[in-house]
């Protein structure tokens, strides 16, 4: 419970501070949006993909990690293809996740031994 709670913290300073540097490169009011709507969609895949990595356990972590990395890509995929549109969010929405998706997963595995 420890380590799924400073994840949380850590991907929301993470994803706060990625929005913050990205915003100032594409600081249109459509990408603002896509910017927020990205950041959590992010925070809300990489709780679940880092809880599941936790309750995988240390015989299973490998598989746990793939697992996530699927949910993660299809997440992208679906994101992509399918909400950007609906939603009608910026062309650049899907970039905006990837970059948060990437660095939150920077962090995972300094969070699983807490």
Known sequence: M????A???AAA???GLAGLVL???????DDVRA????????FGVQLLAFAMLKLAGPKN?????GIGVIVRFVTL???MLVIVSAVGLS????LFLAVFLFVTMVVEPLLLSL
């Open 61 to 65: 972590v490998i598989a746990a990690w």
């Open 7 to 9: 994840f949380a913290a």
């Open 35 to 42: 910017l927020w709507v990205s950041g959590v969609v992010a």
């Open 2 to 5: 420890r380590a799924t709670a």
């Open 13 to 15: 300073v993470l994803i």
């Open 23 to 29: 915003a100032r490169f594409y600081p249109a009011p």
């Open 91 to 94: 062309a650049n929405a899907p």
């Open 77 to 79: 995929l679906v994101y």
